[in-house]
């Protein structure tokens, strides 16, 4: 299959996006979300999240490795992998590094833990 102009153009956009370098970074374009950061140090920062329908965290990139577990509500997951839906009892992980955006495409809150996994010397 041959890449046109327009599809390398959309490719690389949608790369950028995803692989910038921080330059977006929220847990919270919808008014509504609520985080709660229950522990916060040196090696990790583990925080509670609740996103009504439609919010969004923003396309960002976490510098050190994350894991989400889906406590209640279904959160959707895009990355440069694709697109991925988590139920209640889902658990993801994301390498240092990864763009990546969250969602809430439902139409009831979603609640999830966050684990930051930052360096340790």
Known sequence: MRMTARRLAMALLAAALLLADGAWSAHSTAPDTQERVALENDT???????????????????????????????????????????KAGSVIYLESGSGHIALNESGRPVKFWALNLKKCD
């Open 44 to 86: 990790v920062k583990v925080g509670y999240l609740v996103y009504p329908p439609g919010a969004s965290s923003g396309i960002h990139v976490n510098p050190d490795p994350e894991i989400g577990i889906v406590v209640e509500g279904e959160l959707t997951f895009v990355t440069r992998h694709g697109k991925q839906v988590y």
